[in-house]
């Protein structure tokens, strides 16, 4: 009884030496190397803003507007003679933040209300999953749109409307694992012992759920980071004078002839990270994916 215990406590399919494979792979996979690369640049930035910044971001110096790439600024200034170095490397901070926060928000909502589906099954799911389709039947800017002409401009809606529109697809995906997995003889035996329903969903059926919640997670950042960017662009997100890509570009945009690195950078900016993102999802894939291993 005891080696059954035991036997049930080790999550199935979960190696030891889980993240030592997974290092490796990520190692091989070129692309996934540089989306991890690109990201810890743009991570060291947003943390070490206040050190490496060459100028306040929010300064206003009339007497240095529209300034072109050179020397003195890296990347010119705007209309209001703000650095626009400066104000990337911040903006790195409310974009990372951004695409992590309601990223997380959705993903604990969508996972915890997939595994209920899944393994509760009847009218459970019927109402979980009919209410993900009311969700995935709208796109999601437009549904998050709503929300924040609904709730007001500002970075806490932001992560509101984000995470209230993204959870769906998580919610379908661990809902299918768990559909599989309830079927597994681990799960049988924990039920049979005994073991309560939300500890087997927590220790037995979660963690095997964990290598695709990663792919989704590194590909759910960049599509919050564009919602926030697009949302911004639109003046339903930040507000000015923060230091927002989405904003940056917007208010360049009026400048694209006269000073076009005014909105060309932070949309640079904007499709590095969501690049890096992407590649590095890509790597996760190929790497947790059984059907691509040799």
Same mark, same amino acid.
């Given at each position: 009884m005891?080696?059954?215990?035991q036997?049930?406590e080790q999550?199935q399919y979960?190696?030891?030496?889980f993240?030592t494979?997974l290092f490796?792979?990520?190692?091989?996979?070129k692309?996934?190397?540089?989306?991890c690369?690109v990201?810890?640049?743009?991570?060291?930035?947003a943390?070490l803003?206040p050190y490496?910044?060459?100028?306040?971001p929010?300064?206003?110096?009339?007497?240095?507007q529209?300034?072109k790439?050179?020397?003195q600024?890296l990347l010119?200034?705007?209309?209001f003679?703000?650095?626009?170095?400066?104000?990337i490397?911040?903006?790195?901070r409310?974009s990372?933040v951004?695409?992590?926060?309601?990223t997380?928000?959705?993903?604990?909502?969508?996972?915890?209300?997939g595994l209920i589906a899944g393994y509760y099954?009847k009218?459970?799911?019927?109402i979980?999953?009919?209410?993900a389709?009311?969700?995935m039947a709208?796109?999601?800017?437009?549904?998050?749109?709503?929300?924040?002409y609904?709730?007001?401009?500002s970075l806490l809606?932001i992560?509101?409307?984000?995470?209230?529109?993204?959870?769906?697809g998580t919610?379908r995906?661990?809902?299918?694992?768990?559909?599989?997995?309830?079927?597994?003889?681990?799960?049988? #035996?924990a039920? /049979?012992?005994? $073991?309560?329903?939300?500890v087997i %969903?927590?220790?037995h =059926?979660?963690?095997n759920?964990?290598?695709s919640?990663?792919?989704l997670?590194?590909l759910?950042?960049?599509?919050?980071?564009m919602?926030?960017?697009?949302?911004?662009f639109l003046?339903?997100g930040?507000?000015p004078?923060?230091?927002?890509?989405?904003?940056?570009?917007s208010s360049?945009?009026e400048f694209?002839f006269? #000073?076009?690195? /005014?909105?060309i $950078?932070?949309g640079?900016?904007i %499709?590095?990270v969501? =690049?890096?993102f992407n590649?590095?999802?890509d790597?996760l894939r190929?790497a947790?994916?059984?059907?691509?291993?040799?």
């Amino acid at each position: 009884m005891e080696s059954q215990l035991q036997a049930i406590e080790q999550p199935q399919y979960v190696e030891e030496s889980f993240l030592t494979e997974l290092f490796q792979s990520i190692k091989q996979n070129k692309s996934a190397l540089a989306g991890c690369i690109v990201l810890l640049i743009f991570i060291s930035a947003a943390v070490l803003a206040p050190y490496i910044a060459p100028y306040d971001p929010y300064h206003v110096d009339m007497s240095q507007q529209f300034q072109k790439p050179s020397a003195q600024y890296l990347l010119g200034t705007d209309m209001f003679g703000r650095d626009i170095l400066s104000r990337i490397i911040y903006g790195s901070r409310i974009s990372l933040v951004i695409g992590l926060v309601p990223t997380i928000i959705s993903m604990m909502i969508g996972t915890m209300l997939g595994l209920i589906a899944g393994y509760y099954g009847k009218k459970t799911d019927y109402i979980i999953m009919r209410t993900a389709d009311v969700v995935m039947a709208f796109p999601s800017l437009l549904l998050a749109m709503v929300v924040m002409y609904t709730l007001g401009a500002s970075l806490l809606n932001i992560f509101i409307a984000i995470s209230l529109v993204n959870w769906a697809g998580t919610a379908r995906v661990v809902r299918s694992q768990t559909l599989v997995l309830k079927e597994k003889e681990f799960v049988e #035996a924990a039920k /049979i012992m005994g $073991v309560k329903n939300w500890v087997i %969903l927590v220790r037995h =059926l979660l963690p095997n759920c964990i290598p695709s919640l990663l792919v989704l997670f590194t590909l759910g950042i960049p599509e919050a980071i564009m919602a926030e960017a697009t949302l911004s662009f639109l003046g339903v997100g930040a507000q000015p004078p923060m230091a927002s890509w989405g904003l940056m570009a917007s208010s360049g945009k009026e400048f694209l002839f006269m #000073a076009p690195w /005014i909105a060309i $950078v932070p949309g640079v900016a904007i %499709l590095l990270v969501a =690049l890096a993102f992407n590649f590095l999802g890509d790597g996760l894939r190929d790497a947790l994916d059984p059907y691509l291993k040799q």
